[in-house]
């Protein structure tokens, strides 16, 4: 019962941070609930403690973060252009912008 109550903690934990980040896009907001039930889903049937188990809440436990702390949503400003609002959660987190080397590699 226990590994089912942290599953669904981490379930939770990653709606919360879809819905913070893409709060005001609906499209955002509905396309991504519907891929988290969709992971959480697949890794229903793993046997509670097992590695597979383990590492499948870990991995929530990182979604949950990298969508906090990682991720802007952008809104269209009324001259045409896009604007982004960090907040304190993305304070001291690096944005690197590829090179045209880096992007040529993936074409």
Known sequence: MAA???GLAAYRAVLRAARRTFSGDQLMLTES???IRRRFE???GLA???EDAVRALSDAHEA???ITNMIVQAQRAPSGSFVVKPEKAHAGATLEIPSEEILSTLK
Do not use: D, K, L
């Open 4 to 6: 089912a109550a942290e």
């Open 33 to 35: 609930a519907v891929e």
């Open 42 to 44: 697949e890794q229903r």
């Open 48 to 50: 509670p403690g097992s």
């Open 64 to 66: 949950a973060h990298f």
